[in-house]
């Protein structure tokens, strides 16, 4: 099974959502689902490698990462 896990948050933290989120997407990898974490990158965000992800969160599984680049809405 593949999963995409659309997210809200571009940059790591320790807020409970992201925290919940990462381990979600690691238990469901470690499970046998192929799992990508879908979040923004606004101009000024760092690019996040699976590693740094897992590392961040202190999680283990293989799930990857993709970053789609926002750029902000003019009013």
Partial sequence: MRLIYPQLWSRLGREA?????VSTAAALARTGVEVTLLVPREPND?????SDV???FDVQGEFTVQQRDVGHVSP
């Fill in 17 to 21: 959502d992201r925290e919940q989120a």
């Fill in 46 to 50: 760092p690019r996040l490698t699976p």
């Fill in 54 to 56: 897992r590392a961040f």
